[in-house]
């Protein structure tokens, strides 16, 4: 795709004054040969946001420049890529901001074109385990399969600046607006993109988290978007059982980049459970506190199999008995409170899975379900969570064709829910190869 000098004056009468020269400076850079290089975000100016951000509407495109570095060859399809800073809502429904990156397939499909809203699961406190960045370190085959069928993939920075892992309603504002983002970009001639592609969402565990959040969100936060639909593989509706289920556990670190990446969004929350940590000994504050800065695999071997209660002066009462942190886990932490899906679903869940009960999405589907939505829903007998992530891929990707080919109200049925039991095992190390939680370690 090329950048013209129309689409860049039309940017320009939009944007202030500096935004339009930073976009000037972006167009005059090849997205596919870019002279910079990669920062993590907390080093690279670019991830400041302009003085007005607060003035504007959600979704509106604050930032945008040609992805640093070698971003587009590392993405296979690509012709190019694309950061976009764009302003968003976060939990406590003040105005803030995020990024998403935006890769063009080198051969867009025909007729109305595809996006899909792919939510990466990176599981980190940490904002240089944001995917703008983190996918320097590569690109997996759901991205690049997904540009070789000639969709445009966007992969937001859902968490938002400060990286609020499990945050829902921050995750779930932030996918929205990177959608409306690129639907201004679209509009302006920047992407092109047609008025009235198709657009889904995917995303698997922390990343069907970002996508759940936006789907129930969408009524009443973005009306005006209608998607295609929405599949989630590994769901975890509530964060609370998640905590109880991984402690002692091959995923116990993920527990301390939740609590801490939530109660991000609520400072005084966090102040209260770091004043909870006790000060020394083998479970102490500086080591939980590690969680802030560091990635998915770093906080998985840092927690292995910990018993996390142990950090905490009164054990885990000290917080869960916590009425200020109840509330906040209630409308922040629990799916299935702020609005039932407009938009097909297709969820797809290990009755094995160890790190977020079944029971927990058996709950939500049938809530959902009882509520009018449009659901197809496969509990796989076999695996847990690691293992469904590619047991599940198959099916999520047929039903993805058949949503963004426009073929669905043939292909599945337009109404009512539909629950089965599958027998899917195609490998028990799967994700390793997929390159999306290569950090986790198989299960047991």
């Known amino acids: 795709m090329a950048w013209n000098i129309r689409s860049v004056l039309a940017v320009a009468g939009l944007f202030a004054s500096a935004n339009a020269a930073a976009i000037a400076t972006a167009s005059s850079t090849s997205a596919t040969a870019p002279t910079s290089t990669p920062v993590p975000p907390h080093s690279d100016p670019w991830y400041t946001a302009t003085n007005d951000y607060a003035d504007k509407q959600p979704g509106a495109v604050l930032k945008i420049r040609p992805a640093p570095g070698n971003l587009t060859q590392i993405a296979a399809n690509a012709s190019a890529s694309y950061n976009v800073m764009y302003r968003t809502t976060d939990s406590r429904y003040n105005a803030t901001w995020a990024v998403t990156t935006i890769f063009v397939p080198k051969t867009p499909v025909n007729g109305t074109s595809a996006l899909l809203s792919y939510q990466i699961p990176y599981d980190s406190a940490f904002i240089a385990a944001s995917p703008s960045y983190a996918l320097y370190s590569g690109v997996n085959s759901d991205?690049?399969?997904?540009?070789?069928?000639?969709?445009?993939?966007?992969?937001?920075?859902?968490?938002?600046?400060?990286?609020?892992?499990?945050?829902?309603?921050?995750?779930?504002?932030?996918?929205?607006?990177?959608?409306?983002?690129?639907?201004?970009?679209?509009?302006?001639?920047?992407?092109?993109?047609?008025?009235?592609?198709?657009?889904?969402?995917?995303?698997?565990?922390?990343?069907?988290?970002?996508?759940?959040?936006?789907?129930?969100?969408?009524?009443?936060?973005?009306?005006?978007?209608?998607?295609?639909?929405?599949?989630?593989?590994?769901?975890?509706?509530?964060?609370?059982s998640v905590l109880l289920s991984i402690n002692k556990s091959y995923s116990a670190g993920l527990a301390p980049a939740a609590m801490l990446g939530l109660t991000s969004q609520y400072p005084e929350v966090q102040e209260y459970i770091i004043s909870q940590l006790?000060?020394?000994?083998?479970?102490?504050?500086?080591?939980?506190?590690?969680?802030?800065?560091?990635?998915?695999?770093?906080?998985?071997?840092?927690?292995?199999?910990?018993?996390?209660?142990?950090?905490?002066?009164?054990?885990?009462?000290?917080?869960?008995?916590?009425?200020?942190?109840?509330?906040?886990?209630?409308?922040?932490?629990?799916?299935?409170?702020?609005?039932?899906?407009?938009?097909?679903?297709?969820?797809?869940?290990?009755?094995?899975?160890?790190?977020?009960?079944?029971?927990?999405?058996?709950?939500?589907?049938?809530?959902?379900?009882?509520?009018?939505?449009?659901?197809?829903?496969?509990?796989?007998?076999?695996?847990?969570?690691?293992?469904?992530?590619?047991?599940?891929?198959?099916?999520?990707?047929?039903?993805?064709?058949?949503?963004?080919?426009?073929?669905?109200?043939?292909?599945?049925?337009?109404?009512?829910?539909?629950?089965?039991?599958?027998?899917?095992?195609?490998?028990?190390?799967?994700?390793?190869?997929?390159?999306?939680?290569s950090a986790w370690p198989s299960e047991s």
Not at 364 to 374: D, F, K, P, R, T
């Open 143 to 240: 991205i690049s399969g997904s540009l070789g069928k000639g969709w445009f993939v966007n992969v937001p920075d859902y968490e938002g600046p400060l990286a609020s892992f499990t945050a829902g309603v921050m995750s779930g504002h932030a996918t929205l607006d990177s959608i409306r983002a690129i639907h201004e970009l679209a509009g302006l001639g920047i992407i092109d993109l047609s008025q009235d592609v198709r657009y889904a969402l995917w995303g698997y565990s922390g990343g069907a988290l970002a996508s759940e959040w936006a789907a129930e969100l969408q009524v009443q936060y973005a009306p005006e978007l209608n998607f295609a639909g929405v599949a989630l593989g590994g769901l975890t509706p509530n964060v609370t």
């Open 278 to 437: 006790n000060e020394d000994g083998q479970y102490n504050k500086t080591t939980f506190l590690g969680a802030l800065n560091s990635t998915l695999s770093q906080t998985t071997n840092t927690f292995f199999s910990q018993d996390l209660s142990k950090y905490f002066k009164g054990g885990f009462a000290t917080i869960l008995e916590n009425l200020t942190i109840q509330k906040v886990i209630n409308s922040d932490g629990i799916m299935g409170y702020h609005g039932v899906p407009q938009m097909p679903i297709f969820a797809y869940k290990a009755i094995g899975d160890k790190i977020s009960p079944v029971a927990d999405t058996d709950k939500l589907i049938n809530e959902y379900c009882s509520l009018g939505a449009n659901i197809l829903y496969q509990r796989n007998t076999i695996g847990g969570h690691v293992a469904e992530s590619t047991n599940g891929n198959q099916a999520a990707q047929t039903w993805l064709n058949s949503v963004l080919g426009g073929t669905y109200a043939k292909d599945f049925p337009t109404e009512g829910c539909s629950i089965s039991n599958t027998n899917v095992n195609i490998t028990n190390t799967p994700l390793r190869k997929r390159n999306v939680f």
